[in-house]
């Protein structure tokens, strides 16, 4: 695991400058994910601290914050900090393992999960999900989005750079089960069809759920 690890963050390192590029504007073209964060920010107010896991250069966590969310963003890669930090500099980001999270039981009002669990073994959400139940506090809210299917895509190459690494799909019910094990209860669950020429053409998922009581 250690490896798998340091092979994510050396991929994600190297494309962080590209991932900017193609990644940091893309809710102007997406609607619909806009409208769920704008649910999200709704419910979640301005008192709760939310995290953004997996946040990548932090555009979520951005979009939010402009929305009055008290935001902070975590990701594995050093570089998407960087990026990150130099982009957003009003927003707290560090590095950190969704797995294994730095924060106290019950310290979050909320996460947003954009595609974080791209890199996760199907066998392994139900102990994720356990952490992010463990930092959320009692009726905090989480929105979780993922690819649906039951593909996993190997690239060797990503935007000119040679990378070894493999992207998980996963079937919608199997999410509900870990999440569910994990001790979330779920609220909403909707699918839509890729947006054309602005994403990776598959299906997505999107799972609205809240910390149940311990």
């Given at each position: 695991m250690a490896d798998h690890d340091e092979s994510l963050k050396q991929t994600y390192d190297v494309v962080a400058g590209d991932y900017v590029a193609?990644?940091?504007?893309?809710?102007?073209?997406?609607?619909?994910?806009?409208?769920?964060?704008?649910?999200?920010?709704?419910?979640?107010?301005?008192?709760?601290?939310v995290c953004d896991l997996g946040c990548g250069p932090g555009h979520v966590a951005r979009y939010l914050r402009e929305r009055g969310v008290n935001v902070l963003g975590i990701d594995?890669?050093?570089?998407?900090?960087?990026?990150?930090?130099?982009?957003?500099?009003?927003?707290p980001f560090?590095?950190?393992d969704m797995r294994a999270l730095d924060a106290a039981d019950s310290a979050w009002g909320g996460i947003v999960a954009f595609y974080s669990i791209v890199h996760i073994p199907k066998p392994a959400l139900?102990?994720?999900?356990?952490?992010?139940?463990?930092?959320?506090?009692?009726?905090?809210?989480?929105?979780?989005?993922?690819?649906?299917g039951t593909d996993t895509v190997h690239?060797?190459?990503w935007w000119g750079h040679d990378v070894s690494i493999d992207f998980l799909f996963f079937q919608t019910a199997e999410v509900i089960e870990a999440l569910q094990s994990g001790g979330l209860a779920i609220e909403r669950v909707v699918e839509r069809d890729p947006y054309?020429?602005?994403?990776y053409q598959s299906r997505r998922a999107y799972i609205i759920a809240t910390a149940a009581a311990p």
């Open positions: 193609h990644i940091f504007d893309e809710l102007r073209h997406k609607p619909f994910d806009r409208q769920l964060l704008d649910e999200f920010a709704a419910r979640v107010g301005r008192d709760a601290v594995l890669s050093p570089s998407m900090i960087e990026q990150a930090r130099r982009l957003t500099p009003a927003i560090r590095e950190g139900p102990d994720l999900f356990r952490e992010w139940r463990r930092v959320l506090a009692p009726g905090g809210l989480l929105l979780l989005s993922f690819h649906i690239r060797d190459e054309p020429d602005v994403e």
